[in-house]
């Protein structure tokens, strides 16, 4: 006998499959909605960053000079910065602070870096990656004067915790450069005092160890490790040999 089934029941199962479509039309509406939506305004910005790298390169190979006025790096690094002036607060105008004055730390323009830098206010978001590009100009130059003077004004002006820990981790790495240790290691103890649980104590920190135990004429720290080979390798081990301590990263 065959057994008929019920329209009703096909009625009742085409309902559930409809309230089955709309919540899952429903989950990726709300999916779709909450997913960030990119930034049109960051990807301008980066795009005018790559054809500035890719005309630098042209120039470069073709035996331009980074003080040569044709140099396009001041070309670029006015673009951006006009950017930066008519769209104040985003994103994207961080990005082209910055590189605005990378560009002219390349560029050899140390000067217009230095007065563009100077019209940046304490709590100006860029400062983050800024200072990166001070300490650049700094090494580059062998001239330390500007970065420090820079980062004890906005350690004194900044608002920003993570400006304010920035500048004065900085102010010790400069310290360390120019050989200054007692000021570095000053400097350095404040960062972990003042500022713990962030990156740059945890840095400053591993700074004050090197200073401590890895200066010239000092000896090399103990350590026992496993060797590939699964001996155990110590340095007191090999006392009386002479030992060659290569380090390297993966990174």
Known sequence: MRHRTPARFFGQR????????????LTLTTHAQNKPQPDTEVDRVQAMVDHAKKD?????????????????????????????ETH?????TTIATTEALRLLNRADRIGELQAKADALKPDDAAWKQVL???MSSASKNKDYGYLISK????????VDPEIKSQARFNI??????????????????????????TRFAEEAEGNLWEIEFLNLGQPAPAFER????????SLAGLKGK??????????
């Open 226 to 233: 496993t060797a590939l080979t699964r001996d155990q390798i």
């Open 88 to 92: 104040p607060g985003t994103p994207a």
């Open 14 to 25: 085409g309902n559930i499959a409809c309230l089955i479509c709309l919540a899952l039309l």
């Open 56 to 84: 630098a390169e042209q120039f470069s190979k073709s035996g331009g000079k980074p003080g040569d006025p044709t140099n396009p790096n001041l070309k670029w690094s006015a673009t951006l910065w006009q950017y930066r």
């Open 132 to 134: 990166y590009v001070l």
């Open 151 to 158: 980062a004890e004004f906005l350690e004194k002006s900044a």
């Open 172 to 197: 010790g790495d400069a310290y360390w450069k120019t050989k200054d240790i007692e000021r570095a290691r000053k400097s350095f103890k404040s960062v972990v005092a003042d500022y713990p649980r």
């Open 242 to 251: 002479i030992v060659v301590l290569k380090f390297w990263g993966t990174y």
